[in-house]
């Protein structure tokens, strides 16, 4: 079956500490977008990317890196910039840019210790 | 303003109940809406896309207003495994928009 596979689900993490959080898809998707979700809000966009080798900040970005050097596969690393990184992350794919919805990842729950 | 509004809730209600949903988008150029469902630690699943003239998938049924900016959710006959959180979704350009979302419980 095909899907969005993010891993870990569960993650944690040192102060100073640069980590990355995977997302695979199989979807033969072209654009993948990365959220962030906190308790009682909305989700907000770090980060997406439309094709391989591209990709754009979206609101939040600061604190955070990606890379998309093949269709499949969009990691993104939380950085010790990013000050409060405690939330859910949720990775996203899509077949065109914005006009259809989203399949969603499982997740990854990100956590400061 | 937030670009997607919604009430957050929570709304409970009994079995059986019918419950709806509003949202307000800010963005008039928006093409897309769509519902998605929440459940407690888990991914928004897609629920059923929102067309201008209004569309029904079983006990739901979504509606779109373009010249208020306003988007509806109806479900009727709720069920106990209705329970989740109700997110509004809105394209623009090279994403879409997220409303906060509204709590709904359905009780016994």
């Known amino acids: 079956d095909g899907g969005i596979t993010q891993s870990p689900k569960y993650l944690f993490r040192k102060e100073g500490q640069n980590v990355t959080l995977s997302c695979e898809q199989n979807l033969n998707h072209d654009a993948m977008y990365w959220y962030r979700q906190d308790p009682g809000q909305g989700l907000r966009l770090i980060y997406y990317?439309?094709?391989?080798?591209?990709?754009q900040k979206g609101d939040i970005a600061e604190g955070y890196s990606v890379s998309r050097e093949k269709k499949e596969s969009f990691p993104l690393t939380v950085t010790s910039a990013q000050k409060n990184p405690t939330a859910f992350y949720l990775c996203?794919?899509?077949?065109?840019?914005?006009?259809?919805?989203?399949?969603f990842g499982s997740g990854t729950r990100l956590t400061v210790v | 303003r937030k670009e997607v509004e919604q009430d957050p809730g929570p709304f409970n209600v009994p079995e059986g109940a019918t419950v709806a949903f509003n949202c307000t988008y800010s963005n008039s150029a928006s093409q897309s809406f769509f519902w998605y469902r929440q459940d407690c630690r888990k991914e928004p699943k897609l629920l059923m896309s929102v067309y201008s003239s209004g569309n029904e998938d079983g006990r739901f049924t979504a509606q779109l207003n373009r010249a208020s900016q306003y988007i509806s959710l109806l479900i009727r006959d709720s069920k106990l495994s209705d329970s989740a959180t109700y997110l509004c979704?809105?394209?623009?350009?090279?994403?879409?928009?997220f409303g906060a979302g509204t709590r709904l419980t359905v009780k016994p």
């Open positions: 990317s439309q094709i391989v080798n591209d990709f």
């Open positions: 979704v809105v394209n623009r350009v090279n994403d879409m928009r």
């Open positions: 996203a794919s899509s077949i065109v840019t914005g006009s259809y919805g989203y399949t």
